[in-house]
């Protein structure tokens, strides 16, 4: 019964919010009042062991250690649980509980989800900014340890949780990282080099983040290993940006990164997003095994749409050489700038290189003999030298790469090839066909208007038509349609080419 002289004394505080439970695949984290409570779980997988009560009590104080850096204010300290005579049976890391309503995981679907997004971009290039290095960490993002992560996981996945993910979509996965990897050194090489290599946060979640009024909260940080909490900054935005995408948005994915990389003051290619975020995909996908593994019913077939996701990406970050052929005046120029332009590829055209090799204007020209001069066999093998040294750059570079020449000998194809082989990257041949009188009307009124760097005339494109080698690989591009369908079915070759390959296991 209530005194109701005495109802000056009541606690009139509205009832906080329920308490709660949830539960990962390395712990149970308990959530009372305005507390909430982790206690790691008593297991061994490859990547950790907590079965010994002291390892557990490390971890713990690891755990609140490196949060620190990310939310000081959240992350209290380690609770000890105790026995009836006082001695240690456990421990809890204490920490402040966030608003779930405020969970960016929760706030996607608002219309003020891209400001909040951009709120949490900035934040994370703040902490990238701030993340030490060091030549051990700096390590972390070689070649080597890169495609080790990927092996490490891609085995994890088949000996922890053995048919949960089609064992052929696991060695498509393992042949795709493995030819961007090892054809991306000097890629990787120059990430290092540029101190992009930090020790991050190393599992952004959007569950993990909490949108408040004095700004983001970012909890959660990966502790238990270093080596999987270090490496490329970009590898850690794109775990972020890999969940948004799983969840239904992936612009918001892409505009997470957008703007973090504008706020660091970052680049990269596209390919190596891609990468980055089908690792995370990857990374995801083996937790959802094992938590299937654990019993957890819905699992398995997470499992297998982030392995699906991470397959996709691993083909969107392939680096691709295209060479676009044909003899003068068959359009070829147009179709590579084009598709350059569309795509953001790099575009290296012969007729160019021959002109900077010689020192002279890009402008049309009196060719001279065929095979002199400019065009002597010596003189052309010097175009194509330069031409493959300037693809071999821009494909470890992580960039895909059009080659715009006539490519009429076998030979200097194969050497194409063969590059492409050693740098990882998929080819495309596509030879440009167009009617000869139509060919040499473009090349008349492309000279009239003194356009391009090409010196073929009439006479010379139908010499270069009547002596081209056998072309079996090349897929035929007719040209003489409008621009937009044209560069739309030469991209559809790329891209049939491109699943082609990458559905090999």
């Known amino acids: 019964m209530v005194d109701q002289g005495r109802a000056d004394t009541l606690d009139m505080t509205p009832p906080g919010p329920p308490a709660e439970l949830a539960e990962t695949h390395i712990s149970v984290i308990t959530m009372v009042g305005d507390r909430a409570y982790k206690l790691l779980k008593t297991v061994a997988m490859g990547f950790l062991d907590h079965r010994r009560r002291e390892d557990r009590l490390a971890a713990c104080r690891r755990e609140t250690e490196v949060n620190r850096r990310f939310a000081p ?6 609770l000890d649980v105790l026995n009836e005579d006082g001695t240690a049976l456990d421990h809890l890391i204490a920490m402040r509980r966030m608003p779930a309503s405020r969970c960016l995981a929760a706030l996607l679907g608002e219309n003020d989800a891209p400001d909040l997004v951009r709120q949490v971009a900035r934040a994370v290039a703040g902490f990238h900014r701030a993340a030490p290095t060091s030549p051990r960490i700096a390590e972390a993002g070689s070649p080597a340890v890169v495609l080790g992560l990927w092996e490490e996981g891609l085995d994890g996945l088949t000996a922890w949780a ?16 493995t030819r961007y990897v090892s054809g991306r050194r000097q890629l990787f090489e120059r990430r290092v080099a540029d101190g992009w290599v930090r020790d991050g946060h190393g599992d952004l979640l ?76 990857h990374v995801r996908s083996k937790i959802a095994a094992l938590r299937s593994a654990q019993g957890d019913a819905g699992a398995a077939e997470r499992a297998r749409a ?26 070829k120029s147009t179709v590579a700038a084009g598709m350059g332009d569309a795509s953001g590829w790099t575009v290296v055209r012969s ?22 001069g400019l065009y002597s066999p010596e003189a052309t093998d010097r175009v194509y030298d330069e031409m493959l040294l300037r693809a071999k750059t821009a494909l470890g570079l992580g960039e895909s790469v059009i080659l715009d020449a006539s490519w009429a000998r076998g030979v200097r194809r194969r050497r194409a090839r063969d590059l492409a082989a050693a740098c990882g990257a998929t080819v495309t041949e596509i030879r440009c066909s167009l009617a000869p009188i139509v060919a040499a009307e473009r090349i008349r009124i ?4 003194g356009e391009g760097p090409s010196d073929a005339t009439p006479e010379i494109a139908e010499r270069i ?14 040209t003489e349609g409008a621009k937009g369908l044209v560069l739309h079915e030469a991209r559809r070759l790329v891209d049939a080419q491109d699943r082609a390959v990458t559905r090999a296991p």
């Not at 204010?73 to 380690?78: A, E, F, K, T």
């Not at 948004?244 to 703007?259: N, Y």
């Not at 982030?306 to 068959?330: K, N």
Request: glycine content about 8%; overall charge negative.
């Open 351 to 372: 007729d160019a290189i021959r002109k900077d090799l010689a020192g002279r204007p890009q402008a049309p020209a009196d060719p001279g003999a065929l095979d002199a």
């Open 306 to 331: 982030l392995h699906a996701l991470a397959l996709e990406h691993l083909g969107s970050a392939q680096v691709r050489l295209i060479l676009i052929g044909g003899p003068p005046g068959t359009g």
């Open 73 to 78: 204010d959240v992350y209290l300290g380690v």
């Open 162 to 177: 053995p048919r949960v993910v089609p064992a052929d979509d696991v060695e498509r996965a393992r042949v795709l990282a």
């Open 206 to 281: 959007a569950r993990d983040v909490f949108c408040l009024a004095d700004g983001p909260r970012v909890l959660d940080c990966l502790a238990f290993d270093d080596r999987l909490r270090n490496g490329d900054v970009l590898a850690d935005v794109a775990f972020l940006a890999m969940d948004l995408e799983a969840r239904g948005h992936p612009r918001l994915g892409e505009l997470l990164v957008r703007e973090w990389t504008h706020d660091l003051g970052e680049s990269h290619p596209a390919s190596l997003e891609h990468l980055y975020v089908a690792y995370r995909a």
């Open 465 to 478: 038509a009547a002596r081209v080698d056998p072309w079996p690989e090349a897929r035929t591009l007719d």
């Open 446 to 449: 492309r000279r009239a208007a």
